[in-house]
């Protein structure tokens, strides 16, 4: 069966320091992955989603990049955190081309402070 | 592009009551998928029920039920017997193609339901 598995959980860091989100799929191959938003009190915002190894397509323009180095990884970073950039981060796949249903992961809480 | 709309906000029900949540979207596909996720305290989505729009009969899932009216572009969402557990939010939406793509997942603000013992 396939999993998905995000980490760290939870993170505190101050305004203007970097940010590392990963994210790994087991069970599957070439699958689609995203990273959404959840900001508080809000729907969920698509950041970026990747149809393939080195394939990154960013939904909003804002200080953060994602990177896909391996077929099921997919990593959401930031040189310089900002204020707004708090809220809770899901990754997610699907089954790529034939995928009907996108599953997610247990998602990231940052705090910027 | 697609919009979804969950007009309720939040609903409170009795523990064992049935429970309907209300969602609309509007597009011009024809093919497309419609979802039900629920997002307990814990935070993670999780899939409840998976609609597709080719499909006419409705989808169940166990005490989970689906009203789909293509027409109307109507997705509402029936829970029996509630239980407590399935106190959340729960957000509706709407996927345009196989694989998700560049649109991903269409998501309504959601409907926090409160199941009351």
């Known amino acids: 069966s396939q999993t998905i598995h995000q980490w760290p959980a939870t993170l505190v860091q101050p305004v203007g320091s970097p940010l590392s989100l990963e994210c790994t799929v087991e069970?599957?191959?070439?699958?689609?992955l995203y990273w959404y938003r959840q900001a508080a009190g809000r729907g969920l915002q698509l950041l970026f989603y990747s149809v393939g190894i080195g394939q990154i397509s960013s939904e909003v323009p804002q200080n953060l990049s994602a990177s896909r180095p391996q077929d099921r990884q997919f990593i959401l970073s930031s040189k310089k955190l900002l204020l707004s950039d708090s809220g809770f981060y899901l990754c997610?796949?699907?089954?790529?081309?034939?995928?009907?249903?996108?599953?997610f992961g247990e998602g990231s809480w940052l705090t910027v402070v | 592009a697609q919009t979804v709309t969950q007009s309720q906000p939040e609903m409170s029900v009795q523990e064992a009551e049935t429970v309907t949540l209300s969602c609309t979207y509007d597009?011009?596909?024809?093919?497309?998928?419609l979802f039900w996720y629920k997002q307990p305290p814990s935070r993670q989505m999780i899939l409840v029920i998976r609609q597709e729009a080719y499909k006419q009969q409705n989808a169940t899932e166990n005490r989970f039920s689906v009203n789909f009216q293509k027409a109307a572009k109507s997705f509402s969402l029936k829970i029996s017997d509630s239980q407590l557990g399935d106190t959340a939010m729960y957000f509706c939406?709407?996927?345009?193609?196989?694989?998700?793509?560049?649109?991903?997942?269409?998501f309504g603000k959601g409907t926090h339901l409160i199941i009351q013992p």
């Open positions: 939406a709407f996927m345009k193609q196989l694989g998700g793509g560049a649109d991903g997942l269409t």
């Open positions: 997610a796949w699907d089954r790529g081309s034939s995928g009907n249903t996108i599953y």
């Open positions: 069970g599957t191959s070439n699958p689609n």
């Open positions: 597009t011009s596909e024809n093919n497309y998928y």
